[in-house]
């Protein structure tokens, strides 16, 4: 079945830098685009970044733009969110995704935390 496990996370200071990965399971990983997305503490869960699986093209929101860099590894099967010159405002679990016809999977978050 289709699996995402998140790493990657932790506390870090305002201003510097985390990677988080993505390990996907139970697909083709290299046939799907994949995403990142995020909750904060009483938010709706966004989207911030995206990448293409055939023109490796990215996508991300306005307030990521320029900070983070989403990437992928079709022979790790691997996903990746490098965050640059965190926020406090970033502090939020962070959770890969992959839509796979009409059913979107999650994996099960990572926390990350910001502090000013």
């Known amino acids: 079945q289709v699996q995402l496990v998140e790493s990657g996370g932790g506390l870090v200071q305002a201003g510097g830098s985390l990677r988080l990965s993505c390990a996907a399971s139970g697909f083709t990983f290299s046939m799907y685009s994949m995403s990142w997305y995020r909750q904060a503490p009483g938010k709706e869960r966004e989207l911030i970044a995206a990448i293409d699986h055939t023109s490796g093209i990215t996508n991300y929101i306005d307030s990521v733009k320029g900070r983070f860099t989403i990437s992928r590894d079709n022979a790790k099967n691997t996903e990746y969110l490098q965050m640059n010159r965190r926020k406090p405002e970033d502090t939020a679990v962070y959770f890969c995704?992959?839509?796979?016809?009409?059913?979107?999977?999650w994996g099960q978050g990572t926390q990350v935390t910001v502090s000013s």
């Open positions: 995704n992959v839509r796979i016809n009409e059913n979107y999977y």
